[in-house]
Nanobody, 121 residues
Framework: QLQLVESGGGLVQPGGSLRLSCAAS????????IGWFRQAPGKEREGVSC????????NYVDSVKGRFTISRDNAKNTVYLQMNSLKPEDTAVYYC??????????????WGQGTQVTVSS
């Protein structure tokens, strides 16, 4: 059964850090790019970052550049999102999703259930 399972969310103070994980099962992660998205209450879902199948290509939304880092360990079938210098506006449910292919294109076919990130003092 194909699954993406996010973990690592939680409550953190402004300026703090969290590392999200996206664990894949039921398919070979090596063949697919993976993206991270987020959705805050009352807002549309936003693409945050994406990484190609090899990890050689990454992209980020402007609001997280220099603060977030996406990476992957294909041997562990896991993609990570390291989030530093967190701000209250980063508060959202974070989702990972599989791209239909090796490169980051807006063509996703499987989604995880999400993990809540709350940035508050």
């Amino acid at each position: 059964q194909l699954q993406l399972v996010e973990s690592g969310g939680g409550l953190v103070q402004p300026g703090g850090s969290l590392r999200l994980s996206c664990a894949a099962s039921g398919f070979t992660l090596d063949y697919y790019a993976i993206g991270w998205f987020r959705q805050a209450p009352g807002k549309e879902r936003e693409g945050v970052s994406c990484i190609s199948n090899s990890g050689g290509s990454t992209n980020y939304v402007d609001s997280v550049k220099g603060r977030f880092t996406i990476s992957r360990d294909n041997a562990k079938n896991t993609v990570y999102l390291q989030m530093n210098s967190l701000k209250p506006e980063d508060t959202a449910v974070y989702y990972c999703a599989r791209v239909r292919g090796r490169l980051c294109t807006p063509n996703y076919d499987y989604w995880g259930q999400g993990t809540q990130v709350t940035v508050s003092s």
